[in-house]
């Protein structure tokens, strides 16, 4: 697991006397974004944010013409850069067990959801009302949950979900898995709370407590 900072940064940078390219600029502009709002959350002012690069306001407004703007390619750097684009395919890879699959996707997907930034920039979405977050769950629920489902569909030799639509309780069930998983690094990162150090063994009991039920359950779930 990456290790967290979450010291504050209170001094602004020293302005560059460095002439930047508009595409280097840019990039510049979005990493100190990304590091501010996860910092001070949305509520924090653009005129801090140029300061703290070394910019005025009106160079930071040339690139993003208001907040919101600003926003959205906060949301892009952070909700959707970061997606591994093999995560859905592994996820479908039948040559490997299913129980494999899920643990290892849940490794991978913790490097990426598990950052200070990527944490506390979902919290401050959802606290301000933000969609960022809600775009992020649909987007969870369409590439990583409901393929889940279909692959819990096949382990335990059920419809094909093409055929018998997933229910609301099969996606709520692997929600709470995920959630709880998501979970663990809150406690971890933003409580420092005390948890148990093995990470990996985590996700690998939660898995198979996940399919066993699963297993156990479905067939009358689905009236079959």
């Keep these: 697991m990456p290790k967290t900072n979450l010291k504050l940064k209170t001094k602004p940078k020293s302005k560059s006397k460095k002439r ?4 280097d600029r840019e990039k510049e502009i979005i990493e100190e974004a990304v590091q501010f ?20 306001q009106p160079l930071l407004y ?18 959707l850069n970061w997606i591994n684009p093999e995560w859905s395919l592994k996820i479908k890879d039948r040559s490997v067990p299913l129980d494999q699959r899920l643990v290892d996707f849940y490794l991978s997907y913790a490097t990426t959801v598990h950052r200070y930034e990527w944490i506390r920039i979902y919290f401050f979405s959802g606290l301000m009302g933000k969609p960022l977050n809600r775009r ?22 059920l419809p094909d979900v093409k055929k018998v639509p997933i229910t609301p309780l099969e996606l709520e069930r692997l929600w709470v898995m995920h959630g709880g998983l998501f979970y663990y690094a809150v406690r971890k990162n933003i409580y420092h709370s005390n948890v148990l ?21 479905s067939v009358k779930e689905l009236d079959l």
């Design 136 to 157: 992020y769950i649909r987007l969870a629920e369409d590439e990583f949950l409901k393929p889940i489902c279909g692959e819990i569909r096949v382990e335990c030799n």
């Design 20 to 23: 930047l390219t508009p595409s």
């Design 62 to 79: 040339r690139y993003f013409p208001n907040k919101e703007d600003l926003i959205e390619r906060v949301y892009k750097e952070v909700f």
């Design 37 to 56: 709002f996860a910092e001070v959350g949305f509520e924090g002012k653009t005129r801090d944010l140029a300061k703290r690069i070394g910019i005025t």
């Design 197 to 217: 150090a093995d990470y990996e063994a985590i996700v690998t009991s939660s898995v198979r407590v996940m399919l066993e039920g699963a297993k156990a359950i």
